[in-house]
């Protein structure tokens, strides 16, 4: 793998991507992990990087740890364990091209859980239970003032870091559609940068295997 830099079980922020909390059934437990990531240039746009993890709903001045579990291309699962005292961010700057960019955070109180429990077993399980087909989402897109339509950032899940054809049919304001085309490596977050006064903001996506 070419390493580029230097991820929890919650769920992310994201739809596809996950980061999970581990509460041994304590409604109260509110531990939280959000990771913020993204396709490295020096890849090509390929594997991924975490550059923060952001812990929220920590008991004050309490150690919580984070647990990354990484999809390699090999078919492997990689994990890196992060530590830090109550809520805040924690500097990650971990990456790598060898990635697929399916990745699975956890972040739990130590003095309650065990993290060697969570098993590599465990993880391709529920990274199984995502299914078999590549998805794709808009997660960012909003309207100005003077209606023009921005749709900055989508994501993308893919079960072992296919390249995939993503494309956008976005729904014209007088009808029609208007297209884009994305070929993205592996799964994660991508720019998509489309903008224009001339759409609705609605959006349809084809996802293909690229061959």
């Known amino acids: 793998m070419k390493p580029i830099l230097s991820i929890s079980l919650l769920a992310l922020g994201s739809f596809f991507l996950s980061s999970f909390n581990i509460t041994n059934n304590d409604p109260h437990n509110n531990l939280k992990v959000k990771v913020l990531t993204e396709k490295p240039e020096v890849c090509n746009y390929k594997g991924i990087l975490l550059k923060k993890g952001l812990v929220k709903g920590a008991v004050p001045n309490t150690r919580v740890e984070v647990l990354v579990f990484l999809q390699q291309y090999n078919g492997h699962w990689m994990k890196k364990l992060y530590k830090r005292n109550g809520s805040g961010i924690i500097n990650m700057n971990m990456g790598d091209c060898?990635?697929?960019?399916?990745?699975?955070?956890?972040?739990?109180?130590?003095?309650?859980?065990?993290?060697?429990?969570?098993?590599?077993?465990?993880?391709?399980?529920?990274?199984?239970?995502?299914?078999?087909?590549?998805?794709?989402?808009?997660?960012?897109?909003?309207?100005?003032?003077?209606?023009?339509?921005?749709?900055?950032?989508?994501?993308?899940?893919?079960?072992?870091?296919?390249?995939v054809e993503v494309t956008l049919f976005l729904e014209k304001k007088e009808g029609g559609w208007r297209k884009k085309h994305f070929t993205v490596h592996g799964s994660g977050i991508i720019n998509l940068g489309i903008t224009g006064k001339d759409i609705t903001g609605k959006y349809r996506a084809v996802v293909n295997e690229k061959i």
């Open 98 to 163: 060898g990635f697929t960019g399916n990745y699975h955070a956890l972040a739990y109180y130590p003095n309650k859980t065990n993290g060697n429990s969570i098993s590599f077993k465990k993880i391709q399980h529920l990274h199984n239970s995502r299914g078999e087909d590549p998805k794709f989402r808009v997660v960012k897109r909003y309207k100005q003032e003077d209606g023009t339509v921005n749709i900055e950032t989508g994501e993308v899940f893919t079960p072992n870091g296919e390249t």
